[in-house]
């Protein structure tokens, strides 16, 4: 029997670098073999306003045939 289940968790966080205010979002997927992380950056007055975009991209991924949504 082959059971395929995916893990996945967010995180949101906000710090200083060499760009000032930083903000970012991580996705980390795990399966039965692999560890997936991608991650999003940018200044943080401009999180809000790419982040629906993003979302959109990272609900376009698929993992083999199981989508990630």
């Given at each position: 029997?082959?059971?395929?289940?995916?893990?996945?968790?967010?995180?949101?966080?906000?710090?200083?670098?060499?760009?000032?205010?930083?903000?970012?979002?991580?996705?980390?997927?795990?399966?039965n073999?692999?560890?997936?992380?991608?991650?999003?950056?940018?200044?943080?007055?401009?999180?809000?306003?790419?982040?629906?975009?993003?979302?959109?991209?990272?609900?376009?991924?698929?993992?083999?045939?199981?989508?990630l949504?």
């Amino acid at each position: 029997m082959n059971s395929s289940k995916i893990f996945g968790k967010d995180l949101i966080y906000t710090y200083y670098s060499n760009l000032g205010p930083t903000k970012s979002k991580e996705i980390m997927i795990r399966n039965n073999t692999d560890l997936f992380k991608i991650i999003f950056t940018t200044q943080t007055d401009e999180f809000h306003k790419f982040l629906p975009n993003i979302n959109k991209i990272i609900d376009s991924f698929q993992i083999g045939t199981t989508k990630l949504d």
